[in-house]
């Protein structure tokens, strides 16, 4: 009965590697976020994706780029890790046409570059 | 631009009260949330203040002043499972994406 799942909990992987994580949420909410939190726990917006409207936060590089394949689906694509990419990646969601504002976030993805 | 200021750490005992501060500098923002998140956990929501005064669920009541830049979350009748770190962020513009501060990690002791 998982509201917003994440594949997978763990990735690691070389520099200079592309890697995907998956989200999925259950919700039936109108948007998806994807947030990265660092090693000193600040959390960080990275997107939002409402109803194939794509915003970007300016300071994301291009080699992160999400895919929505429905709804219901939000999974990020990562091109040419790189060490600072190292972190846990959390995926979230929201219904902002309604009433509610609260996010619901994923268990997270923790990523380790090396 | 847009920054949230909280105190990195505070301690309290059990069945106490205690209240986390959160300063922001915004240009407009739709309103302010509070999360918390238990060590390898998610962060889960909170609470709430679209509008100015005080939102109170529970235990937990938060508190926003537009006009002073500033909100609160107080936490009463602390449990040692209140132990976690607890974010204020701005909802803010196109998308509704959240601007976090950088967390207020609170140990509760016996």
């Known amino acids: 009965d998982t509201a917003v799942s994440q594949t997978p909990k763990y990735l690691v992987t070389q520099m200079g590697n592309d890697k995907s994580i998956k989200c999925e949420q259950n919700?039936?909410?109108?948007?998806m976020y994807w947030y990265k939190q660092d090693s000193k726990k600040f959390l960080k917006i990275m997107f939002s994706?409402?109803?194939?409207?794509?915003?970007i936060n300016e300071t994301v590089p291009n080699r992160f780029s999400p895919k929505s394949p429905d709804k219901a689906h939000l999974n990020l694509h990562i091109n040419s890790l790189e060490l600072g990419d190292s972190a846990v990646y959390f995926c979230a969601s929201s219904q902002v046409s309604g009433v509610t504002y609260e996010q619901y976030f994923g268990p997270g993805t923790r990523l380790t570059v090396t | 631009g847009q920054s949230l200021e909280q105190p990195s750490e505070v301690t309290a005992v059990e069945g106490a009260i205690v209240q986390i501060n959160c300063t922001y500098q915004?240009?407009?923002?739709?309103?302010l949330s509070w999360y918390q998140q238990h060590d390898g956990g998610a962060p889960t929501f909170l609470s709430y203040?679209?509008?100015?005064g005080l939102e109170e669920t529970g235990r937990f009541s938060s508190f926003l002043s537009r006009s002073d830049s500033y909100g609160y979350l107080l936490l009463q009748e602390l449990q040692m499972k209140d132990s976690a770190s607890y974010f204020c962020?701005?909802?803010?513009?196109?998308?509704?994406?959240?601007?976090f501060g950088g967390g207020t990690r609170l140990m509760v002791k016996p």
């Open positions: 915004t240009s407009g923002f739709y309103g």
């Open positions: 962020a701005l909802e803010r513009g196109a998308g509704n994406m959240l601007t």
């Open positions: 203040n679209a509008l100015d």
């Open positions: 919700l039936g909410h109108d948007t």
């Open positions: 994706y409402n109803n194939k409207e794509l915003i």
